[in-house]
């Protein structure tokens, strides 16, 4: 089966009734987590967008006081995981300022965190690949915030 596209969705979305938008987004809210969030974000929490960001890195806080250190390849798995959540709500805002805060605020968990990622090759390069995609999301912001954000890019990279 194919699927439609945003337009086709969207033209048949607006011929249905309120009753029938209503079930129908109770019913894509029920087949999976990710949509579930998303919906409790956009009914909830988008007015609040800086409240939410400071709320996902109170979450990856926790994560990182909860990482197994006694081997790197566990630490690697949960460092992973948490990147993998920070992406999610990333994309759930849709704001390059948040994807800065949130990704930053990965970076600067794991250099305080004590887990020695420069020992393992793979989370040097996960490390330096976030670092990466902060400095190309930077460059699309406004001159004012590029300033700011990029002084605590350096404290990062250092």
């Known amino acids: 089966m194919k699927a439609a596209s945003v337009n086709e969705i969207k033209s048949a979305l607006e011929s249905l009734s309120h009753a029938q938008l209503e079930s129908l987004c109770l019913r894509l809210v029920k087949f999976k987590k990710e949509n579930k969030e998303l919906a409790t974000y956009m009914l909830f929490e988008a007015d609040y967008p800086t409240g939410y960001i400071q709320e ?12 197994n250190q006694s081997s790197l390849y566990y630490a690697k798995k949960s460092l992973r995981k948490l990147l993998r959540e920070a992406n999610k709500h990333i994309r759930y805002i849709g704001s390059k300022t948040a994807e800065v805060e949130l990704l930053t605020a990965w970076c ?8 020695p990622f420069s020992n393992s ?18 460059d699309t912001l406004h001159e004012d915030l590029r300033y700011d954000y990029t002084r605590a890019l350096d404290k990062l990279a250092n």
């Open 121 to 138: 090759t793979a989370l040097l390069n996960l490390y330096q690949g976030q670092l990466k995609k902060i400095r190309k999301t930077i």
């Open 56 to 67: 996902v890195i109170a979450d990856m806080e926790a994560g990182f006081t909860a990482i």
């Open 108 to 115: 600067r968990l794991l250099n305080n965190s004590g887990i």
